[in-house]
């Protein structure tokens, strides 16, 4: 039903879909160009606010396509860049999300920087003092196995939009007054704003493809044999692009009770599948990258090879064409998302690819093992809170050289926990050279109140909290308990950051403890050194 209402509005678009949604130069494009009374999809709150009512223009929607924003459908672009921060995100609106989004901040090059906003470069949006693009994708539909570390290059394509629920607004002055405001909407009403300045970021939210290239791996090219220099290209395509992909919930409502009590849990209207021009933007293009072959001095008999991951109903074909002349010998690897399959378009992709040398001299290396036991919980961080619940579990994520994986084993995390060892199998193999090192890091949060709010309309989550839509006095501390709710985030249970170099690479017997940053919990790890052969 509800491709079949957005169908009827989307034929405008089909001169900006010929266009490839390319950006059109670099400059950035003014973030004053996503509001809607410039054109754009986004809505102001007031400059003054007497409710908490207020604040929803924000997230109504809370992501507009950067060209035509009017309108939820948009063609996706591709960026090329390299990540300078990789993170999950503990701060997001729950009516719009169904997970937490995991955050790849991207210094695009220099080619794409068209693809900022003036927003991304105000001092306060700067990332180490770079203008950056975000990639957000739910963690919910975005395998730990694709996210970058920092220092990877990242071509990623999707959805270009402006995050209007982080206006971050300077404010201007009513016409001819010095009464200050945000838009033409705010007291006197009708009066020009003048000078207001929005600082909108400009952003890949969320993306249908994915390839995290990194240098300097080593790996098996052959069942058998030894490992040898790589550079590993990471590769997920899919449609789940989770609440920010979703039609229904990046609509503009158009009234208070349309905003609350929206119907679009569980998501059934995926932007990526729906079609436009004819054809979805899943399989509008094909998805091309490049993997550049290590650099190894006398390597000979290069390889790509394809190790396949999850499984989606009708995977892609790949397409690779060797470049092996010139300064920087590569592969270029085309997913063909627009070429059926046994009859059928493609529904996704999901790969680990490694290119290299079947025989590169003068690459000695060393296989290293790391193990995360278990942590040990010295501060639960579960505070009761009056009326509101308070759920068990705790969330944590782990890398290892970059490479991340979810830590399970702490769901049960509750406040009579403290003190408990909780196993949290997860084993990261690396073959570094023996000049190189080991780079650990832990992030760890204990789940709040926010957490149960998730995947479900605001009006389901008032009448969780005692709201009776036939009793209107039911409202007020029903919605007092719900921005309680909200307030509650997820805490932070702090970090373990460490590094071990040649040529020991920490290689002990002895088990590792080492505190968080924060003093919340103990990780427990090994390091083994593996004696394969010829290695």
């Given at each position: 039903m509800k491709r079949r209402l957005y169908a009827s509005s989307i034929a405008t678009l089909l001169a900006l879909w010929l266009s490839n949604g390319a950006a059109l130069a670099s400059d950035p494009i003014n973030s004053n160009n996503a509001l809607s009374e410039n054109g754009g999809g986004c809505y102001s709150p007031p400059i003054v606010q007497s409710s908490a009512f207020d604040m929803l223009p924000a997230v109504n929607p809370e992501w507009a396509p950067v060209v035509n924003g009017s309108s939820p459908f948009s063609a996706p672009v591709l960026v090329h860049g390299t990540a300078v921060d990789s993170h999950v995100s503990k701060q997001d609106f729950p009516a719009g999300h169904v997970t937490f989004d995991q955050n790849t901040e991207i210094e695009l090059d220099a080619a794409d920087s068209g693809f900022l906003a003036t927003g991304n470069l105000a001092p306060s949006n700067l990332e180490g003092g770079l203008g950056t693009l975000e990639l957000e994708w739910e963690i919910g539909s975005y395998p730990a196995w694709a996210w970058a570390g920092e220092g990877d290059r990242v071509v990623a394509l999707g959805r270009w939009i402006f995050d209007c629920g982080h206006p971050d607004p300077v404010p201007g002055h009513k016409a001819g007054t010095s009464i200050p405001c945000l838009t033409a909407a705010d007291q006197p009403a009708g009066v020009p704003c003048v000078g207001a300045v929005f600082n909108y970021r400009s952003e890949l939210h969320p993306p249908q493809a994915v390839a995290v290239i990194r240098s300097g791996k080593a790996a098996k090219l052959d069942s058998t044999g030894r490992a040898v220099p790589v550079t590993q290209a990471d590769v997920f395509v899919s449609p789940d692009g989770g609440g920010s992909g979703d039609a229904c919930v990046v609509t503009h409502k158009t009234s208070l009770n349309a905003i609350l009590g929206a119907p679009c849990f569980p998501l059934a209207a995926p932007l990526a599948l729906i079609p436009v021009g004819g054809v979805s933007p899943l399989n509008s293009r094909d998805f091309s990258f490049d993997v550049p072959l290590p650099a190894v001095p006398g390597g000979r008999d290069p390889v790509l090879r394809a190790l396949p991951r999850a499984t989606t109903p009708v995977p892609a074909g790949l397409d690779v064409t060797p470049v092996l002349?010139?300064?920087?010998?590569?592969?270029?690897?085309?997913?063909?998302?627009?070429?059926?399959?046994?009859?059928?378009?493609?529904?996704?992709?999901?790969?680990?690819?490694?290119?290299?040398?079947?025989?590169?001299?003068?690459?000695?290396?060393?296989?290293?093992?790391?193990?995360?036991?278990?942590?040990?919980?010295?501060?639960?961080?579960?505070?009761?809170?009056?009326?509101?619940?308070?759920?068990?579990?705790?969330?944590?994520?782990?890398?290892?050289?970059?490479?991340?994986?979810e830590i399970g084993g702490l769901g049960g995390v509750s406040g009579a926990s403290t003190g408990q060892l909780l196993a949290t199998p997860a084993t990261f193999e690396q073959y570094v050279p023996r000049s190189g090192?080991?780079?650990?890091?832990?992030?760890?949060?204990?789940?709040?109140?926010?957490?149960?709010?998730?995947?479900?309309?605001?009006?389901?989550?008032?009448i969780g909290f005692g709201f009776n839509p036939a009793d209107q006095s039911t409202l007020p501390g029903a919605l007092a308990r719900g921005l309680a709710c909200l307030s509650a985030e997820e805490r932070d249970a702090g970090s373990v950051e460490l590094s071990f170099q040649a040529p020991t690479f920490g290689v002990s017997e002895t088990a590792y403890s080492v505190t968080s940053s924060n003093g919340a919990y103990t990780l427990r790890f090994r390091i083994e050194r593996v004696e394969d052969e010829d290695s």
């Open positions: 002349d010139g300064a920087d010998p590569h592969y270029h690897v085309t997913v063909r998302m627009t070429q059926s399959v046994g009859g059928h378009l493609p529904t996704g992709f999901a790969a680990t690819l490694l290119a290299g040398w079947r025989h590169a001299p003068s690459s000695p290396l060393v296989h290293l093992r790391v193990v995360v036991d278990g942590v040990v919980v010295n501060a639960p961080l579960k505070t009761p809170l009056t009326g509101l619940p308070v759920p068990a579990g705790w969330t944590a994520q782990a890398s290892v050289n970059g490479e991340w994986q090192g080991i780079s650990i890091k832990v992030d760890a949060a204990s789940t709040n109140c926010v957490n149960t709010l998730f995947a479900k309309s605001l009006l389901t989550d008032l």
